[in-house]
């Protein structure tokens, strides 16, 4: 079966500048998440969908991160505006039960902010 | 919340030797406890995983064993071969809601 599929791949925009990252699961899986990795260190989750729902959304930083997630399938994460420090891996995860074990993660985007 | 913590930070051993890798957590509810491999540029991919029903779990090379009442498990992997250098990160979970992961060990297996 295809993997979870993101895109870009890569991404190099000016501080201030907005991006955006997509995310397609495997199909069929209903739990949908978004991770950040920074370099040397675990994925950290920024947000959790079952469905279309944001479930778990404490860690994303709301004042310039945002996230939807339209008929629950594909997800786009955005961040308004960049700044220096978010430069990092941005891994999208999907799983085929609604308590989210067994997660199989995307290849992620690798965001560079200068 | 939950925190895991993962030891070594890196790991250097000669190919057809052991490798053992640990990792403590912190919340007792914790009954999912996942591993991934992660190659350089690659997504992480998950290798083994354990439930806290079990004690051990064995997929030919690769092991995992849970201690609750010390809250840490291990991987264990017999054999290793030059393929098997990576970062490994451990992840523990509450009914798989939330994975917290551990900082990753670099593993080198020197041929």
């Known amino acids: 079966e295809a993997g979870v599929v993101q895109s870009p791949r890569y991404k190099i925009i000016e501080k201030k500048q907005p991006v955006a990252f997509w995310c397609n699961p495997i199909s069929g899986h209903n739990t949908l998440y978004w991770y950040l990795q920074n370099l040397g260190q675990g994925p950290e989750l920024l947000i959790r969908y079952e469905n279309e729902e944001a479930v778990d959304d404490s860690q994303l930083p709301k004042d310039r991160f945002s996230a939807e997630r339209l008929k629950g399938v594909d997800s786009t994460l955005k961040i308004q505006p960049a700044e220096l420090g978010d430069s990092a891996v941005y891994l999208c995860?999907?799983?085929?039960?609604?308590?989210?074990?067994?997660?199989?993660f995307g290849p992620g985007t690798r965001l560079l902010v200068l | 919340g939950e925190n895991v913590e993962q030891h070594p930070s890196t790991l250097s051993v000669q190919e057809g030797d052991s490798a053992v890798i640990k990792c403590t957590y912190s919340d007792s509810a914790s009954n999912y406890f996942p591993w991934y491999k992660q190659e350089l540029g690659k997504r992480p991919q998950l290798i083994i995983d354990?439930?806290?029903?079990?004690g051990e779990k064995k997929d030919q090379r690769i092991a995992v064993t849970l201690n609750k009442t010390a809250k840490h498990f291990s991987l264990h992997i017999t054999e290793t071969q030059p393929e098997d250098s990576a970062v490994y990160f451990c992840a523990a979970s509450i009914s798989g809601n939330k994975l917290v992961f551990g900082a990753g060990t670099i593993l080198r297996v020197k041929s």
């Open positions: 354990i439930r806290s029903n079990v």
């Open positions: 995860a999907s799983s085929p039960s609604p308590r989210g074990e067994t997660q199989y």
